[in-house]
């Protein structure tokens, strides 16, 4: 009897310590300005005001454009100046000025209509500048820079100072060798890596949720550049 007290104790405390562990879990939640619909609608106990990702659909008009700019050095890992939306990309893609001006050409559409303020980045750069560890790979690379770039709090116009988007311009390589590497992924084509940017202490490991929006150009020519940004600015109705 005795014993068995011992153990109910034992489970009440447990359960006890669980409870308080959830509730400063919820108490630590913070608004996530543009995404609170996502999160709203995927994580329990998230209460949503209400935002979405539409409050951006023409916020760059009547004279609110971002702007959009290159980065050509990385010194602190991360991206130094304001950043919404990054775009990260291949060098093959800067040095070819027909594909440059169609990056370009994209991110002053988020500027202009989004309002965003929206960095472009080569992959060589951050090859170049990014070596927190030896041995980094590539995705490794990309990873730590959104990472970092996110928790600089150095946006203006996602309602809670995160990166909000990333958009990974390039497939994961050229033609059809795998060695000869553009924008790579982690894994095969899991490019949901990119996003999962809170590490949990407890569990040694980055949680399963995205922080951010990620998507991809899956381009590897400059005629498939073309391509793309024409269908995304000529054919996006919303946003």
């Known amino acids: 009897m005795k014993q068995a007290m011992k153990n109910f104790t034992l489970l009440a405390g447990l359960m006890l310590f669980a409870v308080c562990l959830f509730a400063q879990k919820v108490t630590q939640w913070h ?5 609170n ?32 700019y290159w980065v050509d050095s990385l010194p602190n890992n991360k991206v130094d100046s304001t950043c919404d939306y990054l775009i990260v990309t291949q060098r093959n893609f ?6 440059r001006n169609e990056i370009e050409a994209l991110a002053q559409h988020r500027a202009d209509f989004n309002g965003f303020d929206v960095a472009m980045v080569r992959t060589s750069t951050i090859d170049t500048f990014i070596n927190v560890y030896p041995e980094m790979s590539m995705y490794e690379k990309i990873h730590y820079l959104i990472k970092e770039t996110y928790e ?10 995160k990166l909000a988007y990333v958009n990974l311009f390039g497939d ?5 060798n795998p060695n000869d590497e553009c924008v790579p992924t982690y894994s095969e084509g899991y490019d949901i ?47």
Do not use: W
């Not at 619909?37 to 454009?65: K, P, R």
């Open 37 to 68: 619909e996502v999160a709203g609608n995927t994580l329990i106990n998230y209460n949503s005001n209400g935002m979405n990702a539409s409050v951006s659909c023409g916020a760059g008009l009547d004279n609110n454009a971002g702007s959009i």
């Open 172 to 176: 994961t390589f050229f033609g059809t």
């Open 94 to 99: 800067f040095i070819d000025t027909n594909a």
């Open 31 to 35: 608004d996530v300005g543009i995404l």
């Open 193 to 239: 890596y990119f996003t999962q940017l809170t590490y949990d202490s407890i569990a040694g490991e980055y949680d399963p949720y995205p922080d951010i929006m990620i998507g991809r150009c899956s381009v590897d020519t400059v005629t498939q550049v073309k391509n793309v940004v024409h269908k995304i600015l000529n054919n996006n109705f919303f946003c």
């Open 152 to 161: 600089s709090n150095n946006a203006n116009h996602t309602y809670d100072s």
